[in-house]
């Protein structure tokens, strides 16, 4: 079991710049500011994944022209000015449509999967604080593979975090999560899938364990929230892992994976308004009266909610299945050409990420060099992997280069001509 306390002696050293940059003293014409900043976009294809996770360019189009239409508002007056707020409530609404949601669930509009892990765990602790007074120091149960921000999260809120091992099959022990609840604990936390793997929790088990011991239950379906329920829909199984089970009391879903709607933009989502009562934080103890925000933003750009309610609206049910079953075709391709190189190894997991393991090749020379040419690709250390955020927007073409890619890699790792290496890090 891993405890999670912030260790202030642990934390790195930022680089630090030699030569700082000045504020120009004359104004600088803008065609030249462009050519100074172009070289640094990526690449149309090996640079493709960079920018996950992203639609087809007719779903970036829409996207990016109403989030330019709106960009400018400010996002602070949600709760205020009504022609803003109906357009936010129906993203909310349109989300829990896809969740076997009950007739009075709820949500809020935020940036991201981490501030709605955020918003979940600072829920859980102020409903905790009224239904549980007795516990003072209180716990939150999450397996092994759960996102760095309940981490974080639990740190903001001074909450203690037990990291609980992993089944065989790398997915939530549903009896090791049951060991590790104390007199102390106040919820837990399972996956859908977890981003490491890309596999599921076995939720219904856990969301039972907290049902029966009265605990708040928060699935982080970040990856899976806009996917799993079209690739459902086409008739692949995965475990049941929404508002279905009796059990679950909060889901984030991430619009900016796989809902294919442009950052920054999540959502977490609650089974009840007396759930999120308690996410609800409305000062007025200031000159300017009642200050009511929607998540933990002050100011912000409205452009994230008008691009999402304008990409959902623009893909609907049939869109999105046709990505769903263009992305599973893309993962098919990956999968099989992965495997075809000799000493690489591709995972039949649940869902996203596609994830790949080295028999007897050094896995930090290969994400070197996959940097190196541009691949934006993130690792992971426990097992050594490499998992790529393949998306809806991704093409046969940049499939294709990406294996012929990775096999002259592989063949250069092989002849050891390759110098450099990578961390396995996220
Ligand atoms: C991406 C991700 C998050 C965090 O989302 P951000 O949008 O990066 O803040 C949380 N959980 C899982 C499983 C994720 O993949």
Avoid at 324 to 345: E, N, T, V, Y
Avoid at 357 to 379: F, H, M, P, Q, S
């Amino acid at each position: 079991m891993i405890e999670y306390v912030y260790d202030l002696s642990s934390r790195e050293k930022c680089p630090v710049e030699n030569s700082k940059k000045v504020l120009p003293r004359a104004r600088r014409r803008l065609a030249e500011i462009e050519s100074e900043l172009r070289p640094l976009l990526p690449d149309e294809v090996r640079g493709h994944w960079r920018r996950a996770f992203r639609g087809p360019p007719d779903v970036r189009a829409v996207g990016d022209r109403i989030y330019g239409m709106f960009q400018g508002d400010n996002g602070l007056l949600s709760l205020r000015a009504s022609w803003m707020g109906r357009i936010e409530t129906e993203v909310i609404e349109m989300a829990l449509s896809l969740l076997h949601a009950p007739e009075e669930a709820t949500g809020n509009f935020t940036s991201g999967g981490s501030e709605s892990i955020y918003c979940a765990l600072h829920a859980m602790r102020e409903w905790a604080r009224q239904t549980m007074p007795h516990i003072s120091e209180p716990e939150v149960v999450a397996p092994y593979s759960a996102h760095p921000s309940f981490s974080k999260g639990c740190h903001y809120f001074g909450l203690k975090l037990r990291r609980v091992p992993l089944a065989e099959d790398r997915r939530a022990s549903p009896d090791a999560l049951t060991q590790a609840i104390s007199a102390n604990t106040i919820g837990l936390v399972a996956s859908a899938p977890c981003w490491p793997y890309g596999c599921y929790d076995p939720i219904p088990e856990i969301a039972e364990l907290a049902r029966e011991r009265g605990l708040w239950m928060h699935v982080d379906a970040c990856v899976g929230g806009y996917l799993a329920p079209f690739v459902e829909e086409l008739g692949v199984t995965l475990p049941a892992w929404d508002f279905r089970l009796a059990g679950v009391t909060s889901i984030s879903a991430d619009l900016h994976k796989y809902g294919y709607c442009p950052k920054p933009a999540s959502t977490i989502l609650w089974r009840s308004p007396s759930v999120q009562q308690y996410h609800w934080v409305h000062p007025s103890d200031w000159p300017g009266g009642s200050y009511s925000m929607t998540g933990f933003a002050g100011t912000r750009t409205a452009g994230p909610i008008f691009a999402a309610w304008a990409v959902l609206q623009y893909l609907g049910r049939d869109g999105y299945l046709e990505l769903a079953r263009h992305i599973l075709a893309m993962k098919a391709r990956l999968l099989a050409g992965i495997d075809s190189i000799q000493g690489l190894h591709a995972w039949k997991n649940d869902l996203m990420p596609v994830v790949f393991e080295a028999n007897d090749l050094d896995l930090t020379k290969i994400k070197a060099e996959l940097t190196r040419l541009g691949w934006a690709v993130v690792g992971c250390a426990d097992p050594p992997l490499i998992n790529i955020p393949l998306d809806a927007g991704t093409t046969e073409k940049i499939v294709d280069t990406f294996l012929s890619d990775l096999s002259q890699i592989v063949r250069d790792v092989r002849l050891g001509t390759i110098g450099g290496s990578e961390a396995l890090q996220y």
